[in-house]
C-alpha cells in the first residue's frame, strides 16, 4: 500500500538514508541489527575471535570466519549495514575485519 507521496507505507516512517548523517545510519543500522538479534543467534555468539583488533588476526583466521560463520549467517545483511554506515575500530563484521591493521593504518 502507498501514501499520498507515493512512498511505501512502511517506508513513510523512515528517515531518508541519503539525507541520513553517518552517525543517524549507524544507529538506524544498529537498531535493526538489535532487533533481529531478538529472534536469531549468530554464529559469532561467544566467539572472542569477533572482537579482537585486526592485528590479532591471522587472514587464514579470517577467511575461515568469513566463509564458514558469517557467509551463512541470516543476520549477515544487516550486520553489513551496520558495519558499514559505524566503521567500527575493531573485530569482525559480517565477514570483514574492521579498524587499523599493523604496518596499514588505512585498511
Ligand atoms: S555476519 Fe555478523 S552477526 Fe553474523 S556471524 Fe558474522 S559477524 Fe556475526
Redo the contacts with the bound molecule.
Keep these: 500500500m502507498t501514501t499520498a507521496t507515493g512512498r511505501p507505507r512502511a517506508c513513510e516512517d523512515e528517515p531518508t538514508p541519503g539525507l541520513m548523517s553517518r552517525t543517524d545510519r549507524a544507529e538506524t543500522a544498529f537498531d535493526a541489527l538489535a532487533r533481529a538479534l531478538d529472534d536469531a543467534a549468530?554464529?559469532?555468539k561467544g566467539d572472542t575471535r569477533?572482537t579482537l583488533d585486526a592485528h590479532q588476526l591471522q587472514r587464514d583466521e579470517v577467511t575461515f570466519l568469513s566463509v564458514k560463520?558469517?557467509r551463512p549467517?541470516p543476520?549477515?545483511a544487516l550486520?553489513q549495514d551496520y558495519a558499514e554506515a559505524a566503521k567500527p575500530q575493531a573485530g569482525?563484521?559480517?565477514?570483514r575485519v574492521y579498524g587499523p591493521r599493523r604496518g596499514r593504518p588505512d585498511d
Aim: proline residues 7%; charged residues 5%; aromatic residues 14%.
Design positions: 549468530p554464529g559469532c569477533f560463520v558469517c549467517c543476520l549477515r550486520c569482525v563484521w559480517a565477514g
